[in-house]
């Protein structure tokens, strides 16, 4: 099959499931989500982690796990549910901590670092998806988050067209040392597109309960620090020596490959909607 094929007949498989979740119901939300966050975990994990380290893996997974279940059902049922639930996600981490104390290599002790650092970078942020899909009384509602996904979709496909027709030969490189093919045409280009989806969001859709300067601001956020979250997990695959984080989407790679720009770009935007008491 065309690699470019394969690619569009991905790219439309995950923007349908991602709707789907977001647009049924939370029980649809929640499994596809919480799939999303294991796979992404699973590929971190096999970049940073030796397989000798599977029982610290698995209280790494179920640390996550309870950090996601706990905030969806606190979120989900806000007069049954305490937040301070939460806290028991931290016990896997502290015996995992606790083991650490018995590794005499360095290098295999770096493996605890990094079993700690995937609960910031990857669980925090899919965590965050459900403080903008649910209400202070606990109703699901995902248009919000749909709005994110367009953005960071819509940049996406402006950097790569505006990359590829003006980037290509003569670019300016806006990283060589990290992502030689990404260029600074590109990045004007998913911001053309970006700020226009968040225009069009505004004016016929899902944004339209915040203010103009807000909207821009949101779509700023999303963008730039989407940027940033690509940027990380390509210095994170240089660093091991891999070209993509998985196979899992084909065409695409792995499913941190998908969800690079979002894992950084999805929490500050909801911290800015927080802060300005938009939800």
Not at 16 to 45: D, I, K, Q, R, W
Not at 119 to 138: E, H, K, R, T, W
Not at 160 to 172: A, E, R
């Amino acid at each position: 099959m065309n690699a470019t094929l394969k690619r569009t007949i991905t790219g439309v498989g995950i923007v349908g499931v991602t709707l789907a979740s977001l647009l049924f119901s939370e029980y649809v939300f929640v499994p596809v989500m919480l799939f999303a966050m294991l796979a992404c975990l699973s590929e971190f994990y096999r970049m940073t982690v030796p397989g000798k380290f599977r029982m610290a893996k698995w209280l790494a997974y179920m640390a996550a796990v309870l950090l996601f279940l706990f905030t969806y059902f606190h979120m989900s049922f806000p007069y049954y549910v305490s937040m301070k639930l939460i806290l028991l996600a931290v016990i896997p981490l502290v015996v995992i901590l606790v083991a650490g104390l018995f590794i005499h290599d360095a290098d295999d002790f770096d493996s605890v670092a990094y079993l700690f650092t995937s609960q910031v970078y990857i669980a925090l942020p899919f965590v965050s998806m459900n403080l903008l899909v649910f209400d202070d009384f606990g109703n699901f509602d995902g248009l919000i988050l749909i709005g994110f996904f367009i953005i960071l979709w819509a940049s996406d496909v402006g950097a790569y067209l505006f990359g590829m027709s003006f980037g290509q030969k003569h670019g300016h490189k806006l990283f060589p040392s990290i992502s030689p093919k990404k260029s600074w045409e590109g990045v004007w280009g998913g911001l053309f597109v970006a700020l226009i989806s968040g225009v069009l969001l505004k004016k016929y859709w899902m944004f339209g309960f915040l203010p103009w300067w807000a909207v821009i601001c949101l779509t700023l956020i999303i963008f730039v620090f989407s940027v940033f979250g690509d940027l990380v997990e390509s210095k994170l695959k240089r660093h091991f020596g891999v070209k993509d984080s998985g196979n899992i989407l084909p065409g695409h790679g792995g499913m941190l490959d998908r969800f690079d720009g979002a894992l950084i770009a999805f929490p500050v935007g909801a911290i800015f909607l927080i802060i300005f008491n938009f939800i």
